[in-house]
């Protein structure tokens, strides 16, 4: 082996990588190393698969190790890169049977991902109690909740599971209550997931609203459903510990102790940087591996990507942290590109992301906090209307609501919302695209979007909050 | 009265204007003419009334006479505006009692709107058959249709209605068959509504596609959904004539005879601006009134919006004549404002436009045909490419098909279309936006789209048929 790509980390980013390398330049190698047993795995999928709506834990893959090795890389997993020499440009790698090695590489890219926190509690140990970020969490939490009798193993099937783990979990009685801390992206979906195994869930949110970074409207109509749905929502109610033995007995609050047998930790994620301590790599928001335009951090041949690596805004211009799957897939794709020969911008982006809670529907896009907005140097006016999802007399138009953030000062629009539950989220792409393009809130206005009754209004939702908030803006 | 601001057509367009000119210039008088009984009328909202999926004709209206008298507009229906003396400023109309009289102007805004044509066809006196382009039209059939012993004459709950011409529609007998001439809009959507009222449906089209705006992936799949909801599609088949007696008996075509109960043409519109004949007014394309880009003709003081008047297409940045909902709403709002002292651009078309068919949806921007492409100027490539509409393991995952053309010598996306039963409409929305922002495709490819599993892959369709554009403009 000679001149070789090598890649940490077998998932959207470095598989992306790989993947692109491995057509762009045929004639050098590629190697991807990945410390555990999953590859490629949908980690947006996972909240489905505990639902019931995902059949099998298999469906949540895109990539077999076989199907790696068919498209010619090389992938090792098992192997944990645990130290980066940029002098020498080596990494050194501790492989499956606990011995190091060192691996050269001629551009080496950091694809390392983020794992789940779990604040102040502690988690290890105690059955009924999980996170929520990796396949073998999912596997687990899925037996945990199914009656022992009724099992399906087959639920499982992946050979890299942790058979015994979801082994003794699919032994332990069915949970009948929950309790989900944190009212984030996972939080809200796990509500739903759970609903739909028939728990009776309990979901609290330190803050005043659920989703924070949807803004405030989106929060009340996703409150709203969840409660519509039979979750109890505790806002603005910190839990102050996981009351637990062996198993998981009860989360605390305000000196009360609500009783469950479920408990799910979603409060946040972090980057995974720790491989690059001591090379003088520099971090940047979030503790994540800051990195350029092209994916490049300030080591020579060292590229980040994906939930590890920082992004430029499109917005402010400026770096941010924002671990979504898009942005990993595509900087990955990019990197492969750029290392083989074609450089390739990864690409900025604009915090943009869709959720659902039952029927509920919302997305969100750029700059909605008003502090963060000025922070960025922005003066915020924001508007918020409701409006039809479709023409009034076509069946099935509902109320859906749009948040529009723009700056006073240039009337440029920098960040928006939307809730309802017709076809709501999708929406959220037309003001990415407009964010993109920099665009202001009276070109946002002209826009010439489609009217169909059975679709849109003659105004649609985005053109109505267009509408208003120019006038609040010349006003 | 004196300096009044003087609207020919209480429609989308005409009334807009008046409305946002009554709220900006309230010192100033509005005068609404409006040749007919009808204003503010949803036209296309009326395949959905055949249908029976809209309960009432008076859900069709947007406004009332009385609610346009209570905004401070002088609404003058039965007022037929007959000659227009741009020297004078004075416009000559036909009132209802059939004298004439003078109306002076400060500023004129023809809004005549289109009318629909019927090609060789003549439907006058001829029972069961029908174009489709006013509410007495959509009353009529919709009382045709029905059996005479069970139509509800509160479907056509409209004192404005022709009652005379739905009586004599109700009572005769129901329909079975029926066919539809021309495979445009109205076309698809009349198909869908006369299946749903239980019809026997042949729906024919002179060229090789349905929807031939929508370009070809679009024409297969709705041409594939028709078939797979018994619509009996015959494309590359004019028909030569209708056979009549009193009553619709036959279609005629290709030497055959297919007897039908029922018929539609819709075949076309045409713009009305025969009122301003020997004024010195220039038309432009498609024999519609030429505007500028605040909704000026070339006649002082005098504005056109709507489906009589052209527009700015955002693409070519040359006139065209796309007579749509949307476009006449923001155009007669704008001119509202300018003619108020606001001076507001009526803004660009795109062409965007949505449909369905049963449950397939879908939508189109730009230029998507090679030769107008062409003809504009344009190098144009395209793809077309087929991806999931979610998450490939999320239920509800449809084939969406995305047909994108873009400049080979700038990369800039010049057009674009979307079809597939799962939310695809709607996306169309994006790529007018991003035709707005004359984007590249590579720009494209780079959007920050929203991903969740159930409604987006991580690489939506869009950004699919972005990558592979891109790939081949770099080829």
Chains 1, 2 share one sequence.
Not at 189 to 196: F, S, V
Request: proline residues 6%.
């Amino acid at each position: 082996m000679s001149d070789p790509f090598v890649v940490v980390g077998g998932d959207a980013a470095g598989l992306s990588a790989a993947s692109k390398f491995r057509r762009e330049a045929p004639d050098r190698d590629v190697v991807v190393l990945e410390k555990g047993r999953w590859i490629s795995y949908a980690y947006c999928g996972m909240p489905y698969f505990v639902a019931g709506r995902v059949e099998r834990l298999s469906d949540l893959l895109s990539l077999s190790p076989g199907g790696v090795d068919d498209r010619g890389i090389d992938l090792r997993r098992g192997h944990e890169v645990v130290g980066v020499d940029p002098e020498t440009k080596r990494v050194r790698v501790r492989t499956p049977d606990g011995t190091h090695r060192e691996q050269p590489y001629t551009e080496l890219l950091v694809a390392t991902g983020g794992r789940a926190v779990t604040g102040e509690f502690d988690l290890r140990g105690v059955d009924g109690a999980f996170t929520l970020h990796d396949m073998d969490a999912a596997a687990a939490m899925d037996a945990y909740i199914a009656d022992p009798t009724e099992y399906d193993p087959e639920r499982a099937d992946v050979s890299a599971v942790d058979r015994e783990r979801v082994d003794h979990n699919a032994s332990l009685p069915a949970p009948e209550t929950a309790a989900i801390v944190g009212g984030g992206y996972v939080g809200v979906e796990m509500a739903e997931a759970l609903r739909a195994r028939g728990l009776d869930v309990h979901l609290f949110q330190r803050s005043a609203r659920l989703l924070p970074p949807f803004g405030g409207a989106v929060g009340e109509r996703i409150e709203a459903e969840l409660a519509d749905n039979g979750v109890t929502v505790h806002t603005e109610t910190p839990v102050e510990s996981l009351v637990a033995d062996d198993r998981i007995e009860a989360v605390a609050f305000d000196g009360e102790r609500h009783p469950v047998d479920l408990a799910v930790v979603g409060v946040g994620i972090r980057p995974n940087a720790a491989l690059l301590d001591g090379t003088g790599i520099e971090l940047g928001t979030g503790d994540a591996i800051r990195t350029d335009g092209h994916g490049r951090t300030n080591l020579p041949d060292v590229y980040a990507a994906g939930d590890c690596a920082t992004a430029i805004h499109t917005v402010t211009g400026e770096e941010a942290w924002v671990p979504l799957g898009l942005t990993a897939n595509r900087a990955g794709r990019a990197i492969g590109a750029t290392v083989a020969g074609d450089p390739t911008p990864v690409g900025e982006i604009a915090g943009t992301a869709a959720v659902k809670a039952f029927d509920m529907e919302c997305g969100r896009v750029g700059l909605l906090d008003a502090d963060a907005a000025a922070e960025a140097g922005f003066d915020p006016v924001s508007e918020t209307i409701t409006a039809g999802s479709r023409s009034g007399y076509y069946p099935g138009a509902a109320e859906t609501d749009v948040t529009l953030v723009a700056d006073r000062n240039f009337g440029r629009v920098i960040g928006g919302s939307i809730v309802g539950p017709d076809r709501a989220a999708i929406r959220i792409d037309t003001l990415a695209t407009a964010l993109e393009a920099d665009m202001t809130v009276a070109e946002l206005e002209r826009l010439d979007l489609a009217y169909a009754p059975p679709f849109s209004p003659v105004w649609d939702p985005i053109l109505v909050a267009a509408k208003v908030l120019n006038g609040t803006l010349s006003s």
